[in-house]
């Protein structure tokens, strides 16, 4: 186990992914959302939950197609016709249910302007999102993130096995142990942080993979432990 990162590292590491890749732009919005601006990202949070994301994907084009698009739109949409749309993502029960759940919310209690959500400070925002029905730790981030616009680093499993291999003292096993790593480390920074979660997933979807990493053509080899042992 090597010590846990520093600042200087972290931002090395972002770099060389970022040379690598380019900008990911993530999260992606195909759509207009219109008043709806957080609508499509909190959707996709909710439908790539145990999926790829391609299937989301395609659950969002299917929901926009339908015409159940905004937070009103599926509040109002009957659950046949919800899980009708969303079939593609897997989950589709469940899923229905987290999608009912956020957007009662979002009209009941925000009108259903995500604006009146996203104006609450940081901490009050994130556990308001975890008390909702189907919003974990990942999904509230991703929310706060990439839809409110507020420093709350997103950790997934792909992150966490990049740590894992790279050895870093964590500290625990728990999502706040992983999360504490980037956030103690690195400045709050929307942007910077928003493009270091998606080229961390990147890297542990294309390189990093959970069978066979290709370590060979890794730009962190140098600093692996699992690597250079590979
Ligand atoms: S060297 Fe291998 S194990 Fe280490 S981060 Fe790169 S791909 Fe993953």
Known sequence: M???????????????LLNRTGNRNWWPVRYDSGPDAGFEIAAGA??????TWSNAERGLANLHKADIWGYTAVY???????????????????KT??????????VEEYDGIDANLFALELP????????????????ADDIILYAAKKPSFVMDAYTRRIVDR??????GDKYSDYQRLFESNLKPDVEL????????????ARVCRKQNPLC?????????????NH
């Open 76 to 94: 109002e949409a009957t659950e046949v016709d919800l899980v009708e749309a969303i079939r593609s993502s897997g989950y589709y029960n469940t």
């Open 193 to 204: 942080w928003g493009d270091f979660h998606a080229q961390l997933d990147g890297h542990a």
């Open 2 to 16: 090597t010590s846990a990162p520093v600042t200087q590292t972290l931002l090395d590491i972002y770099q060389r």
């Open 216 to 228: 060979d053509q890794c730009v962190l080899l140098d600093l692996c432990p699992t690597g250079q």
């Open 46 to 51: 909710i439908l790539v939950q145990n999926t």
């Open 166 to 171: 790279l050895k870093w003292k964590v500290g």
């Open 97 to 106: 249910k987290k999608l009912k759940a956020f957007t009662q919310t979002m």
């Open 124 to 139: 009050e925002l994130r556990s308001r999102l975890l008390g909702i029905y189907g919003i974990g730790e990942e999904t």
